[in-house]
């Protein structure tokens, strides 16, 4: 029996789990610099602009999701933006990842957001064909931009 629930402080060591895990799945694992602190004083304190989610199978933590919200100004509404969302390896194909999406889906209607986003890597293909299953449409005419560590810094601080 599959249930969602918005993760609360006592979560972050999952939380964190699920992070390494995405990591690990992304070929990416020593990417992560998240800690259980660092968790705790963005997700969890007054104000926070992200949201965690997890997802059970019974008692078993199964996946996760993180979001927040974003802006449209073309819309003049706000949109959810999804981050990340992981199931567990050994418990796909039971429909986890769509009941995730769906109470996502949900909370945006629920928020009155215009739009639910979120990126994939061009190599996920089961992920590809999942979105594309549930009626999700790829925005290929977009291209992501990213400042991030040295090159945030640099340009941040660099003279006019």
Not at 16 to 40: G, M, Q, R
Request: net charge negative; charged share 25%; aromatic share 14%.
């Amino acid at each position: 029996m599959l249930h969602i629930r918005p993760a609360e402080i006592e979560d972050v060591s999952t939380i964190l789990h699920f992070i390494n895990e995405l990591a690990i799945y992304e070929k990416e694992p020593d990417a992560v610099f998240a800690t259980e602190e660092k968790l705790i004083n963005t997700l969890f304190c007054e104000g926070a602009t992200a949201h965690a989610i997890l997802c059970f199978d019974g008692d078993d933590v199964i996946g996760f999701a993180v979001y927040f919200f974003n802006y449209s100004t073309w819309l003049g509404k706000n949109g959810l933006y999804l981050e990340d969302l992981f199931v567990s390896p050994s418990h796909r194909g039971k429909g986890a990842g769509k009941a995730i999406m769906k109470y996502l889906a949900n909370h945006a209607l629920e928020r009155k957001c215009g739009r639910f986003e979120w990126v994939v890597l061009d190599w996920n293909k089961p992920a590809i064909d999942f979105y594309e299953s549930i009626g999700a449409q790829a925005q290929s005419e977009w291209i992501i931009y990213r400042l991030t560590g040295q090159a945030l810094v640099d340009f941040a601080k660099a003279e006019q």
